[in-house]
């Protein structure tokens, strides 16, 4: 079992659908990162959080650390926002830089 | 403000030839994190490295890889003797500052190597 599982693997979306994508993990960290790639492309951190919840635009990010799990949400989803979105963790201690990647999440938003 | 930047973003090499991927952190960071994305896989840490240090190459296959971050110019990963296997998108990442602190991460663009 990996340590970082994201779901779905792919997603389909109308344009203007809301979307959320999940990652669950099974080891302790110090924080988690939502990156964004483009095919071909390169990677873009959207978000890093350790705790609660984080907005910018139409993102938002939430994390419950008990549980162990943390969702990206895209709210009137658009073309543009197609990617692949790659959860990671941070390791915790003196491996807080380490990143464990999740396999990526496939979205396509058809206008 | 220039972000992480990596080149070549294509490299295109022979089996048994060198690749030199080089890596400029973001102005004012001296942490560099590389990673590797194999095709229908995710990505992997490598290496982990300050000005002039090896900290961390964990992630590193034992042979043929190398990887270093002088004290000027660029962090450069060095793949000797590639083979088609090495065939892979390759990630730099920086940071201001490195263990202890959550500093956020910037990545590049990535270099995409091809062994034919």
């Known amino acids: 079992k990996n340590e970082v599982e994201q779901s779905p693997q792919n997603l389909t979306a109308q344009e203007g659908e809301f979307i959320t994508i999940n990652c669950s993990y099974s080891?302790?960290?110090?924080?988690l990162h939502w990156l964004q790639q483009h095919p071909g492309g390169g990677i873009v951190s959207l978000f890093m959080?350790?705790?609660g919840k984080k907005k910018h635009g139409r993102l938002i990010a939430t994390i419950n650390i008990q549980e162990k799990h943390s969702s990206l949400h895209i709210t009137a989803s658009h073309p543009r926002d197609s990617a692949v979105y790659i959860c990671?963790?941070?390791?915790?201690?003196?491996?807080?830089?380490?990143?464990?990647f999740g396999k990526g999440t496939l979205l396509t938003v058809n206008p | 403000n220039a972000g992480v930047m990596q080149n070549p973003r294509h490299l295109v090499r022979r089996r048994g030839q060198e690749a030199r991927l080089r890596c400029s952190p973001m102005?004012?960071?001296?942490?560099v994190y590389w990673y590797r994305q194999l095709p229908e896989e995710g990505l992997k840490f490598m290496v982990y490295?300050?000005?002039?240090?090896?900290?961390?190459e964990s992630g590193m296959p034992k042979e043929r890889f190398s990887a270093e971050f002088p004290k000027e110019g660029p962090s450069i990963l060095r793949i000797q003797q590639v083979v088609r296997g090495d065939s892979a998108a390759y990630f730099c990442?920086?940071?201001?500052?490195?263990?202890?602190?959550?500093?956020?991460?910037?990545f590049g663009n990535g270099t995409r190597l091809t062994v034919t």
């Open positions: 990442a920086s940071s201001r500052q490195g263990t202890g602190i959550l500093s956020p991460l910037h």
């Open positions: 080891v302790g960290i110090s924080a």
């Open positions: 959080l350790s705790s």
């Open positions: 990671a963790v941070r390791g915790s201690g003196g491996s807080n830089y380490k990143l464990t």
């Open positions: 102005k004012g960071h001296s942490h």
């Open positions: 490295l300050q000005k002039e240090n090896i900290i961390d």
